[in-house]
């Protein structure tokens, strides 16, 4: 058994550097890397491999930190948003809220001083009706002239006293 373990770790390997070859010729065929390593960037990568390799591993390294970074700005502004429109609603709720005691307090107000102002006036009709005497009912004249009808009904009165 122990001689199937080798020959079994020896085809996987070869397959796996089959699947590799695969992949790395895939990637050489792309169209958007033959463009990038006919730039001169690209070109003087393949020149230094030293400085592709670092710039690799710069890339890989600084892409989770960069990717962390970009995750908390788009959820923090998210948050954001959402909160300012929370709050948005909760400000525009209590504003309603107090216009509506507002209104009802002012709806209370002008009944009562409407209440308070009619019953005035009927008391103060009714006590001045009291005070002063009743005058005749003067009679209209047959031409309508109702101001010509109540001076003669004065001086009638004045002649009498």
Known sequence: MAKEEPLSTSKDLKELQKKLSLLVESIQNNSKVIAFMKSPVGQYLDRHPFMALTVLVFVALSAIPVGFFLLIVVLTSLAAFVGVILLEALVMTVGCLALLCHRCS???????????????????????????PNRPVTQQNSSGDCQLAMKSADLEGLYQE
């Not at 709806?107 to 002063?132: G, K, P, Y």
Request: no cysteine; proline share 0%; glycine share 0%.
């Open 106 to 132: 002012f709806v209370h107000v002008v009944l009562n001083v409407s209440v308070i102002t009619i019953v005035e006036s009927v008391v103060a009709r009714s006590r001045l009706n009291q005070q002063l």
